[in-house]
């Protein structure tokens, strides 16, 4: 469960169509700890595989309607990523983006696939960003979705996030939670109280796990600025023209890190456009694999990865 989810929400039809529809919830063990995703799609490790990667505060089943789309042809996986899910967190290291970064390698050698598609939102594509920087064996294809800002003013964004986390959080009135949900979406639903209520009960009682992982990833965040011009996946970047939530790295800023990097701009989006208008995402996305097979931009890549973590805080 996160704050875009509970079981009130899920029957909000216009972005949920559906719980799991085929989807399968399993667990997986690393190094002794319990993760949990949601699977479906083609089976076995010779299958195309695509990673579903949340932002902070989301969850694993916020892909479900845009997964559903891949199920024909591919094999589709989407995570529960420690310290970016409210329920999920490591026991024992930092949430840093070299940590899951490893953890993300050991996730993909658990599934047995050689190398995968990543799709990534918010938050989450600061992890992506950075594990197909340093991993781009194990990276066919980057998709970055609503990628937020993270290099603005030496971490500015991040302050500003755990402000109005905090506000949310020490509120006892449901109305900074209601402008937060309300600034997601282009045309916001409309979310009973009792899910409000619901998820402004959860976010006080993780508020020191969700604190500590959003000074962790700002502590970290040398390491993408460092890593991010080395993605030698083929790329494509997604923003909604009405994302309210977080400034975006924008266009300009991608014609000068990634030159070869597609950018498209949704029009009535706002930050979960793949929520929003999973349709149209899953298809511009479709289109583009199709596009980048046909070239064959997908052949097996012998890059080493250059992980050094040179730049990490102490894990």
Known sequence: MSLFESPELKNLSRYVRGYLGGL???CMDIEG??????????????????????GMMGSKTQWRSMMRAYTEHYRVIS???????????????????????????????????????????????AVGAYFA????????????????????NKGELFREYLEEINDIMDSNSLLPLQNFYRRTFASPPTIPNVVLRYNLREVKKYK?????????????????MA??????????????????????????????????????????????????????????????LDRYRAAGAFEPRHDKSDDTGQYAISD
């Open 133 to 152: 920087a340093t991993r781009p064996e194990l990276v066919k294809s980057a998709t970055f979705i609503s990628f937020p800002d993270v290099f603005k």
């Open 33 to 54: 700890e319990e993760f949990k995703y949601l699977e479906g799609g083609k089976e076995g490790s010779k299958a195309e595989t695509i990673i579903f990667i949340h």
């Open 79 to 125: 995570l529960d990523v420690p310290g970016l899910s409210l329920h999920t967190n490591f026991a024992q290291k930092k949430h840093t983006l070299r940590q899951l970064a490893i953890w993300l390698e050991k996730v993909i050698l658990h599934l047995r696939v050689a190398n995968v598609h990543l799709v990534c939102h918010s938050m989450g594509c």
């Open 227 to 288: 890593q991010i011009r080395q993605i030698r996946s083929v790329t494509l970047i997604l923003n909604g023209d009405e994302d309210r939530v977080t400034p975006l790295l924008r266009e300009p800023y991608w014609k000068i890190t990634l030159p070869d990097a597609e950018y498209l701009q949704l029009s009535e989006c706002g930050h979960m456009l793949h929520m929003e208008k999973a349709e149209f995402a899953s298809g511009l996305h479709r289109e583009f």
């Open 208 to 224: 020191s796990r969700l604190v500590n992982s959003m000074h962790d990833l700002a502590s970290s965040s040398p390491l993408l």
């Open 24 to 26: 399968r919830s399993l």
